[in-house]
């Protein structure tokens, strides 16, 4: 984390206070009656979201991608379905390549694809060694978003 810190050009005194505030926190919790030290950062804490932020930064600079906490969305604009996955295509393999260089992986089970339009091509995208089929709606945070834009669940 110091090290994306120092690449942001955010100095090294904040490069050095992230870092000994993610390496020296300590926490107990009491689960089922037992005492279970914890290390490491908690979620709970507001300055987790804030180094989160700061950690994705480099891949949220990227075109197509967005996220919210640890949910990320890949967005294809075109004028044509192809050029729509052709979009998608790419932000996901920039995406995807720097989750591998980060020693990262996405849970394949949790990954869905919608395209939206006049003609939602039934056809699926291959994203890794995972072949996503086209759904009919996803839920983002709580808005089901349906092929053709009507919203009917929340109508």
Same mark, same amino acid.
């Given at each position: 984390m110091a090290y994306r810190l120092l690449a942001l050009g955010l100095g090294a005194r904040l490069a050095l206070f992230a870092e000994r505030f993610i390496t020296s926190r300590t926490a107990s919790l009491v689960l089922d009656g037992k005492l279970r030290p914890q290390t490491g950062l908690l979620q709970g804490s507001p300055l987790s %979201?804030? %180094? =989160?932020? %700061?950690? =994705?930064?480099?891949? %949220?600079?990227?075109?197509?991608?967005?996220?919210?906490?640890?949910n990320f969305a890949v967005l294809g604009v075109g004028r044509t379905y192809e050029s729509v996955k052709a979009a998608v295509k790419r932000a996901w393999a920039d995406l995807d390549g720097w989750a591998e260089g980060e020693g990262l992986t996405f849970n394949s089970g949790k990954t869905e694809f919608l395209a939206v339009g006049r003609k939602g091509g039934e056809d699926s995208v291959r994203l890794r060694n995972h072949e996503v089929a086209n759904s009919d709606s996803v839920e983002v945070l709580g808005l089901t978003i349906d092929r053709r834009l009507y919203f009917r669940p929340h109508a």
């Amino acid at each position: 984390m110091a090290y994306r810190l120092l690449a942001l050009g955010l100095g090294a005194r904040l490069a050095l206070f992230a870092e000994r505030f993610i390496t020296s926190r300590t926490a107990s919790l009491v689960l089922d009656g037992k005492l279970r030290p914890q290390t490491g950062l908690l979620q709970g804490s507001p300055l987790s %979201l804030v %180094l =989160l932020a %700061l950690y =994705l930064a480099t891949v %949220l600079a990227g075109p197509g991608v967005f996220n919210y906490v640890d949910n990320f969305a890949v967005l294809g604009v075109g004028r044509t379905y192809e050029s729509v996955k052709a979009a998608v295509k790419r932000a996901w393999a920039d995406l995807d390549g720097w989750a591998e260089g980060e020693g990262l992986t996405f849970n394949s089970g949790k990954t869905e694809f919608l395209a939206v339009g006049r003609k939602g091509g039934e056809d699926s995208v291959r994203l890794r060694n995972h072949e996503v089929a086209n759904s009919d709606s996803v839920e983002v945070l709580g808005l089901t978003i349906d092929r053709r834009l009507y919203f009917r669940p929340h109508a």
